[in-house]
């Protein structure tokens, strides 16, 4: 049902390497957000977007950096990649519902550094 | 920082049985959503419950916010495999920016 996708699905690098996880929807939302999630544990944002060049820092502190050039496009980019990386990445967008919001989540990159 | 419990963390059944996982918090929100989370995939939204006291069906699945709406249960009947996940609450406050998630009920439905 969910218009929104994540490539890569799963990322093995090595460490100091550049990268970046791409994440699109089609839906026009305008907000947008990247979700870090470890195995068996809760998800902790890290950053979000109000829309075309809103980008804001999440609840917990992250290395990695966005960008938000385009409504359908929130990439995620680690400049040097460590073991303490290694997470899985879920982005989503939202629309308004109520007083709140529906998330609508991708299938996340799971990303390994070695 | 909010405080927002939810119980239990791993709760793992047979095929059929019944069970109940809560969600709790010592402040009041203005609506709560339940995600289920299935192995390698993102959250998906299962409801919404905005009035305190409100109850809501989906099949198998009840949902009730607490009259206080500062918790929330989610009671599964006759649980089937399917069900399997983590299934996670994610509370609204007014005047917050984001949701933010409750660490997470892992069920296990073994056939």
Redesign the interface.
Same mark, same amino acid.
């Given at each position: 049902e *969910?218009d929104i996708y994540q490539t890569p699905r799963y990322l093995v690098i090595g460490t100091g390497k550049k990268i970046t996880l791409e994440c699109s929807q089609t839906m026009g939302h305008d907000k947008m957000?990247w979700y870090q999630q470890d195995p =068996?544990? &809760? !998800?902790h !944002?890290i950053h979000?977007s109000y829309g075309v060049n809103s980008t &804001?820092k /999440?609840?917990l502190s992250s290395e990695s950096t966005v960008s938000r050039i385009r409504t359908e496009h929130f990439p995620l980019t680690l400049e040097s990649a460590r073991p303490s990386h290694t997470s899985q990445y !879920?982005c *989503?967008s939202s629309e308004p519902? /109520?007083? =709140? &919001?529906? !998330? +609508? +989540? =991708?299938? =996340?990159t799971?990303l390994s550094v070695l | 920082t909010q405080l927002l419990e939810q119980s239990p963390q791993f709760l793992s059944i047979q095929e059929g049985e019944n069970l109940t996982v809560y969600c709790n918090s010592s402040s009041v929100f203005s609506s709560l959503q339940w995600y289920r989370q299935e192995p390698g995939e993102g959250p998906v939204l299962l409801v919404t419950v905005v009035t305190g006291g409100e109850v809501k069906k989906l099949k198998r699945l009840t949902f009730q916010f607490g009259d206080a709406r500062k918790d929330s249960s989610l009671h599964i009947t006759a649980a089937q495999p399917g069900d399997t996940g983590l299934y996670l609450c994610a509370p609204h406050q007014t005047g917050a920016n984001n949701l933010f998630f409750g660490t997470g009920t892992r069920l296990t439905v073994i056939p």
């Open positions: *969910a957000y =068996g544990m &809760e !998800l !944002l979000y &804001e /999440g609840d !879920l *989503a519902v /109520g007083l =709140g &919001e529906k !998330l +609508f +989540f =991708g299938s =996340g799971q | -």
